[in-house]
């Protein structure tokens, strides 16, 4: 089973708004992952966990404040965004490391900001 | 810092052989992902190199030599299905990993 799972599928917020993005997966992976990704770019790296604990911040604004409860899940809540913050927010995990060490994304959310 | 180059657009006919390039430049390289996508959707897991060499999975084929800084995908009797864009990425010591910009490949009957 190399499933990761997001909700919501779609969301559509307003600049004043607060929401929360969440992310699953329950293969006992230690990395999670979120990514930004406009149309046609790539995913473009926001942040990342280990071990449940916060190891890399891409210099991603305030506005966007990830959150790890425990190994298995994964949140990014939302404050005060702009209409460029719309986009696919992907989550991935992945599992240690060496020849093992495949990363599997979510589904994505589709994120509008009006 | 770190330099991945794809090309942008490749078009292949259904039933032949295609390879996508991806050459690279990285501190403290430690392994090479090659991700799938079609329009609107998730990035789909291909492949994950990290020794030299060649790893075949049924009709797609990876290869990397990390001396030259340097990776292939190969696609073989190709179908329609196959019109995706291709995303390389690389990862170094820590949890980064880095995407380049995708080649978007195209099928023709």
């Known amino acids: 089973d190399t499933e990761v799972t997001q909700t919501p599928k779609h969301l559509v917020m307003g600049m004043t708004n607060k929401k929360s993005l969440k992310c699953e997966q329950h293969m006992g992976h230690r990395a999670m992952y979120w990514y930004k990704q406009k149309a046609k770019k790539p995913p473009e790296l926001m942040f990342v966990y280990s071990y449940e604990k916060l190891s890399i911040n891409e210099s991603v604004p305030s506005r966007f404040s990830p959150e790890c409860p425990n190994s298995s899940l994964l949140n990014l809540h939302l404050h005060a965004l702009q209409p460029e913050d719309s986009a696919l927010y992907l989550c991935?995990?992945?599992?240690?490391?060496?020849?093992?060490?495949?990363?599997?994304f979510g589904p994505g959310t589709r994120l509008t900001v009006l | 810092g770190q330099n991945i180059d794809q090309p942008t657009e490749m078009t292949a006919t259904e039933g032949a052989i295609v390879q996508i390039n991806c050459t690279y430049q990285t501190s403290g390289f430690n392994g090479l992902f090659w991700y799938q996508q079609h329009a609107g959707e998730a990035p789909t897991f291909l492949s994950y190199?990290?020794?030299?060499g060649l790893e075949e999975k049924g009709r797609f084929s990876s290869f990397l030599s990390r001396s030259k800084g340097y990776s292939y995908l190969l696609l073989k009797e190709l179908q329609m299905k196959d019109s995706a864009s291709y995303l390389c990425?690389?990862?170094?010591?820590?949890?980064?990993?880095?995407f380049g910009k995708g080649t978007r490949l195209h099928i023709l009957p």
């Open positions: 991935a995990s992945r599992s240690g490391s060496g020849r093992g060490n495949e990363q599997f």
């Open positions: 190199n990290v020794l030299d």
């Open positions: 990425a690389v990862t170094g010591r820590d949890d980064k990993i880095i």
